[in-house]
């Protein structure tokens, strides 16, 4: 489809690095353009790999190139509504994604996890599970790891498990994964996607092309994939954390069970044969075995995966104890609805540190969450104001405002006694104070670290 064409990469990231990459294997010719102002040619030239080759072009598109490109791939982060882009759109050239591209060369099966919450974990166990039963496993997609770096790589025998972004899935045009998985649906993002309605519609867009000869796992206690499950066009598998199913995985008491045809088996012990915490988590779990039997590995072995599966980084991570106090570290809680729970995975006082970019959320829910667990909130970044007014109207008034990262870590070491906790789960984005919620983590892992005992 695209040998012979020019086609532009929109975006000099990861993924419009490794697009470039597959482009030039798939015989197109990639035009490289990024519209950071401090980016030159010299610059994006700089970042091509040994053996790629791209024209590269920075800051602002001339008329010419632009009137010869025959397909455009912007990286997840590009925006697919602004002016640049509409002008292609009006002129009807393909706009496509990281992974539309990659799946134009992909050769195996894939499975593709989307969701607010839960996919980076879901995404890390249901790998980690293929890799115990196929031979040839790839792991892409918004955990890190860029589609088209691998798709090349894949054979008729090969499992490809992809995190989907919903920035990813507004892209998407012939993707039809094997298995896709929709772990729930919160409010996130409406900076990018403006609506709640077409926010959902791109998480949606996982199973648009599935049939019922494929499957879409979704999570029964979410209003939106509940809703989805009438209208998806897969055979559905459903998980619930609330109630018992007539068909499906729910948690009952402490076992996770399997309800298939009028029988129900106990599967697994929700403490004792699990490393991870909370309820988000018991979720993700039942979705990682509703994904892998589906995908026909036997029960014993998902089942040894997950007595094995230790907690994501960044994601309700336990760092260390100090001087009596627990620190878990959760930056990758960038919502309010990610952050909930992390602290419905707290089971002593909790010292809080929140607050980061404004991704135009609301944080009534978040702060409700508190009842019983948060003792002190300490605030920081573009948000804390907002959050803080919000908190109060809740009743809340523990809280601390702190200029930087550090003066917020030191608040909470001070505030924090032994038997409490100190939990980094911001409900917001990095970007502004970090350049992502990794370093975030890290940097709040370091100063843990770093402490000495009294």
Known sequence: ???????????????????????????????LFDENEKMTEELLAEKLPEGVSAKCVAVTLPKEIENTVDALVLSPGVPTDTVF????????????????????????????I?????????TTLVGDIMKAHFEQVFVVGNIGNPYT????????????????????????????PAVSAILNVTPDHLNRHHTMEAYVEAKEAVAINQTKEETCVLNYE?????????????????????????????????????????????ILNVHSDMNLVGLCNVENVMAAIAIAESMGVPMETILKVIREFHAVEHRIEYVATKNGVKYYNDSKGTNPDAAIQGIKAMSTPTVLIGGGYDKQSEYD??????????????????????????????????IVMADTFEEAFDICVKRAVPGDAVLLSPACASWGMFPNYEVRGKIFKDMVNGLKER
């Not at 393909?94 to 894939?110: D, H």
């Not at 989307?114 to 879901?122: A, L, Q």
């Open 365 to 398: 829910e978040w702060i409700e969450a508190f009842e019983g667990k948060v003792k002190c909130l300490v605030l920081i970044g573009q948000t804390r104001e907002k959050i803080a007014d919000c908190a109060r109207k809740h009743g809340f008034c523990d």
């Open 114 to 122: 989307t969701g607010t919450n839960g996919k980076t974990t879901t």
């Open 149 to 176: 770096t691998e798709a090349d790589k894949t054979t008729e025998n090969s499992v490809t498990v992809g995190e989907i972004s919903s920035f990813q899935l507004e892209t998407v045009h012939t993707f039809k």
């Open 85 to 112: 882009v509409n002008g292609f759109r009006e002129r009807n050239i393909p706009i496509l994604g990281e992974i539309e591209l990659g799946y134009m060369q992909e050769k195996g099966k894939v499975i593709a």
């Open 222 to 266: 979410n209003e939106y994939t509940r809703a989805f499950g009438d209208r998806c066009p897969a055979s559905v598998k459903w998980f619930s954390s609330a109630r018992e199913l007539d068909e499906g995985y729910f948690l009952k008491g402490d076992m996770i069970c399997k309800a298939a045809q009028g029988n129900v088996t106990e």
């Open 1 to 31: 489809m695209l040998r012979g064409k020019n086609v532009l990469v929109v975006g000099s990231g990861i993924s419009g690095i490794g697009a470039v990459s597959l482009l030039q294997k798939m015989g197109a010719t990639p035009i």
